[in-house]
């Protein structure tokens, strides 16, 4: 037949299994987010409608893949937690990192109308993406810490550079300058001193980042996505565990929330031991 | 610092580095794309849209990395070939995968619309992807040759499937069972004698499939893709040769073009020695 | 300088680190070990001195690399357990696998002599080897449960085969032929009632397999394999954890001793929870 | 069955295939060599006996791994070259990798009482290895001319430095500040000048490595290796191709031949395209 004698070609396709029974983190990352962010006109230091639509992709990652069980998002970057188990596409490396990235992707620009409903993107976004393993509970929880304790550090520097340029009228080498060497608190007595900003007051989201989890919703429904066209009950895959009751039954399906809270305590995971199991 | 106690949680992202001066072939697939053909109402056997959306997304990622000198699709796949000495990234695996699937997406996503304007996206279409290395020039050769060889094998039974279906009123396992055991002369033969369809007469982009590559573009510019807003001389790259008389340089940039032609004999190969230096 | 143009060839050797904090266990084996036994004259079922030159290779492997910390054998095969913790040769695998087989090898040929006085080596003997990553202690216990369950099914096996032929009078074949579709209680039976036999009256060695650990010997010395020239307290590596009293310390060095033990059960695991750690 | 709820955990055991078609380059170093040589009294700066041994391992090699087609030893280190096309072990990383290196070890060790009669193994030898991978024809050319180069570069600083030593009684580190600097030309008049060496008459042994290729052997038989011991007409293989006439094929036997002749010019390859095919 025409493709036989070519077909040798596949013995080239090396297997790329990841090892069993270990923890996945995929992150991917803006490709040139500096840029793409001044071309679109992102506000500084922080742009919610791009905040907004970064979590409805990853949302969209977590309806879509139920091996998903956590995602931490802050600026133009988000993890998933696979769980341990996971036997997604028999573990292999090069489709599991392709196909979530290509499907965070694709919701992305697919939603971003409804995010910047008065700037039409001007050149394709993309995103680039690794999956690391963590053969152990306490390994994910740093992994996460770590994230976390990095939006807590770019948001109290960012915000107080840009409080220097917007409000200070500092030029912005002026404001590297003036914050080089300085410490959190130092940051922090410069935004109330200077600008009247208390910074504990801003919103969580930029603060703590953005918290993924599937939950039970409370009887006021998480609108936080829900509002710009996100994630809804609707669209929300229902929970493997049927009722055990014949009461309605629409309370017990669990949908993708978003929480902007602390995960670095214990806390969290202590209320969430699926997420590790 | 406060992340200083749980950066040690980078130390598990290992290295992955291709091997070098290899030819890497990526190849993306759409996912479940059985589903949102029908979904869509791609026409069958051919949606010329979607393959001139395929080829508008194929031709911008080589717009975007240099390093791509040839790419070739049909149906929901494409291949890229990365030229030998390509050290994009450092030659990462996962990094040079997950950022091209990404960028296709984008602007599959992206350029939707100029290519189905009346039929809007019901929801994100993604594609997974992978990366096989090839040593010597011929196993490129054989690799392309393999899917241009796919490429007519299966438009032949499609193309006949259809027309058994469309034209002839049999049931889509009527049709199965009829092709049953035929060979390509017997398609051919059956497609000419039952519809009156002259197989070599189909268009070229059906049988042969696309080809990307960089060309000096002749008077007449290539507009295979521009009429549907895709490629074109202005958002093309220019080559990076720079014109060497005073003459007018615009005919000199090479740009990306659609061709519909043999890949699996010596000319296409011998007229651009370029592509497997 | 001469080698300088060259030496781009080196940027071929790509990385290899295995992941952190994953145990690793290295197994070896012995390559066409059947034809090596036949024609080095080896007992069966079993050759104590052979088992006993094994126990001898992997207790050298064990005071030459600290970071092993655990190793089973039976037949010509070997376990060995590195800690999670280890960060031998930064975890680079081909590092650590050739150098580990290798050493066995070399002690391995180096020492038959004093196991096999009159019987000279013919060829040279030699292992293979590869190394798996467990990223948890309940496969590290269910690993080796893995292999001293093997060990016993194989004994019995080979233990009823080889009396048929040594004591019943059978061919090979008559004998394969006998135990197929038997099983362990069948072969157990079929010892005593033919042959007078107690399977669980043979040696620990050949039904449990060799354990090495490293213990601070009792007050009568460990001599299973010193007897035959092999560990010793004097060329056994001393503890690393100084004496905490002013009595005498050479007690509580610890040496490797090979045992003949449960290690499927819990207790030999709750004994020495310094394995897993 | 016993083993049954156990084996699982070989699904941890991850696939390592190396690319096919591309050449693999195993080189193995000495275990800490340094040391082992001082205990065991190797001559300075070169000792024949030892390098005659690591001939006779690697020509071992050769007899037994039809694959290995070339391989070049100088001081503690050997490489191999295995064919493009060699499909041993399916290509499996780990399995070659451990099997040659042991293999090596083995004759070593086995064969040291030939070449050191009167020197005891007083301790284990060991060598680690690691394989690479070269896609073309000139990185195989490249990579034996730089170990090559290296040879040359290292015997010419040791002779000199063991001359300053041996001759002109500094010691080792006065022979080194008189060496720092220096370029080759430099080290090649102060060897004439001050201690009456003509470097290039030393033996090709020392300069230019050793080589080792199959050859159909000249009437006067190849003795290098043979006086001590090593390889000999009669325990090499027989080459695959039968003799083509009905002339006595004695002849025709390809045997390993230890060679002392340069490898980074186009002689000695042109002469063995087969090394390269």
Partial sequence: MAGTRFSYVKTFELPDPLLPETYMVLRLDGHGFHKFSDTHGFAKPNDERALQLMDAAAAAVMDEFRDVVLAFGESD??????????????????????????????????????????????????????????????????YFAWRQADTHINNLYNTTFWALVQQGGQSTTQAHETLKGTVASGKNEMLFSRFGINYAALPARFRKGSVLVREVPK????LDVDAAGGVSETDACQDAVPPTTSAPSKRQKKVVVVLHEDIIENQFWDDRPELLA
Same sequence: chains 1, 2, 3, 4.
């Fill in 219 to 222: 009887v006021e429904p998480e």
């Fill in 77 to 142: 970057e988000f993890s998933f937690l696979l769980r341990k188990k996971c036997t997604l596409y028999n573990r292999r490396q090069s489709k599991i990192l392709s196909t979530l990235v290509s499907f965070f992707t694709s919701v992305y620009v697919l939603r971003w109308p409804a995010f910047f409903p008065d700037t039409p993107l001007l050149y394709p976004p993309s995103f680039d993406g690794r999956i690391v393993l963590y053969p152990a509970q306490q390994h994910v929880r740093d």
